[in-house]
């Protein structure tokens, strides 16, 4: 069965502290995204990667890192620096290389920080 | 000034309404525009796209662009309970790769 898996679905975390949150897909898509939604607005672009072992910031990439080395597998990691860092996470793939413009999303990971 | 701007909401209609959702947009490079829904704490998924300026009609869901002006709409025809979500318009950028999303309009459908 294809398509994108976050994990985990809720995560709490103390204030300072890092955490990782998951992506895999299995679409063999080649562009993945990660996007953070807060109540009652849009996504907003924190990091995206085109190609494996590249990836480029988005608009609010501050205080957030990733890593892309596998196609599979685009992980963000959620640094003390980032202020505010309690929100909706939510990851997606792309086809690339001219096969479709369309975002499939995975369930998202709802991150909450105490 | 964002990049694009969506009509807020939260919009109500009985069932059966005709529903306008709009947004604007002010970058010229966007080629594609995408328009996803989201039901309540769920990810979002494609429900239809224009390419350029035109209007396309995929059964009660017809999507309308306007270049000229940067005016995207999305037009539901005899709306059901089940349309109720949050419909994010989000214009696509094929040179850099990505989207912009606007912040969405909340629909509910009352039977």
């Known amino acids: 069965d294809g398509g994108i898996t976050q994990s985990p679905k809720y995560l709490f975390r103390k204030e300072g502290q890092n955490v990782t949150l998951s992506c895999e897909q299995n679409l063999n898509h080649d562009a993945m995204y990660w996007y953070r939604q807060d109540p009652g607005q849009g996504l907003r672009l924190i990091y995206y990667?085109?190609?494996?072992?590249?990836?480029q910031k988005g608009d609010i990439a501050e205080g957030y890192s990733v890593s892309r080395e596998k196609k599979e597998s685009f992980p963000l990691t959620v640094t003390s620096a980032q202020k505010n860092p309690t929100a909706f996470y939510l990851c997606a793939s792309r086809p690339g290389g001219g096969l479709g413009n369309e975002q499939f999303f995975g369930p998202g990971t709802r991150l909450t920080v105490l | 000034q964002k990049e694009v701007e969506q009509d807020p909401g939260p919009l109500s209609v009985p069932e059966g309404a005709i529903v306008s959702l709009n947004c604007t947009y002010s970058?010229?490079?966007?080629?594609?525009f995408m328009w996803y829904r989201q039901y309540s704490r769920k990810g979002p998924e494609l429900l239809m796209y224009t390419y350029s300026s035109g209007n396309k009609e995929d059964g009660r869901f017809t999507a309308q662009v306007d270049k000229s002006s940067k005016y995207i709409s999305l037009f539901i025809r005899d709306s059901q309970p089940s349309d109720s979500a949050t419909y994010l318009c989000a214009p696509y950028n094929t040179n850099a790769g990505k989207s912009t999303f606007g912040d969405g309009t909340t629909l509910t459908v009352k039977p």
């Open positions: 970058n010229s490079a966007f080629q594609y």
């Open positions: 990667s085109q190609i494996v072992n590249d990836f």
